[in-house]
């Protein structure tokens, strides 16, 4: 399974825009990125996923590289609930469900 | 929609005894994974099926643990017997059927063990 690589933790204020970096040099060309959050004492919830061009969605963008090789998950203003961990997670193609979850990044948001 | 539901939330048990938990997956939802997730960590895979057969248990340590999910709706994991390092939380998630859509997984609230 190819590996991310994200920062342990991140502070932000509330209201801000935060942008939660993630490495993945090693992607192929089959690999979707994915990203979940888990709320405290909550299991993980799906977040955004993408493969080459950048999304939105009602909770979060996702930029992705030009060479793919790092992605930056953005809450365009956050809230005292985005405080979580969130994980960049690749997930191969064609059916392909196994989802293999790493540190992640523990954003912690100041009111 | 109800969620993914799991029981108990809570257990704490001595070593050596077993445990059995309880997951009802997202009605017409195909794949239920079980995970486990020890304090500190992201969640690891412990096993996949998808309806009632078993699609990936490569990390379920099979001496102790077992799964089953009759007739390919609710499942049950169980630990006989448990030792310290079973202490952990198991998270249940459910997906629709693989090839539709970002093939989402829903997480139920998990259920903490404490092995004493």
């Known amino acids: 399974d190819a590996k991310t690589t994200q920062p342990n933790s991140m502070e932000s204020n509330e209201e801000e825009p935060v942008h939660l970096p993630c490495n993945h040099s090693t992607i192929s060309g089959t690999d979707y990125i994915h990203w979940y959050r888990q709320l405290p004492s909550q299991g993980p919830e799906y977040v955004i996923h993408g493969l080459t061009s950048n999304v939105n969605n009602r909770m979060a963008s996702l930029a992705i590289a030009e060479d793919r090789k790092s992605s930056t998950l953005i809450l365009h203003r956050a809230t005292l609930r985005d405080a979580a961990v969130y994980y960049c997670i690749l997930r191969g193609g064609q059916g392909a469900q196994k989802l293999v979850f790493g540190q992640g990044t523990r954003l912690t948001i100041n009111p | 929609e109800a969620g993914v539901a799991q029981s108990p939330r809570y257990k704490i048990i001595e070593k050596r005894q077993s445990v059995a938990f309880w997951c009802n997956p997202i009605s017409g939802h195909a794949t239920l994974y079980w995970y486990q997730q020890i304090l500190g960590q992201g969640p690891k895979l412990l096993i996949q099926?998808?309806?009632?057969?078993?699609?990936?248990d490569s990390q379920l340590p099979k001496d102790r643990f077992s799964a089953e999910r009759l007739k390919g709706v609710d499942s049950t994991l169980k630990i006989q017997p448990a030792k310290l390092e079973d202490s952990a939380v198991y998270l249940c998630?459910?997906?629709?059927?693989?090839?539709?859509?970002?093939?989402?997984?829903?997480f139920g609230p998990g259920t903490r063990l404490t092995v004493l």
């Open positions: 099926f998808q309806n009632n057969g078993v699609v990936d």
């Open positions: 998630a459910s997906s629709p059927l693989r090839g539709q859509g970002p093939n989402e997984q829903f």
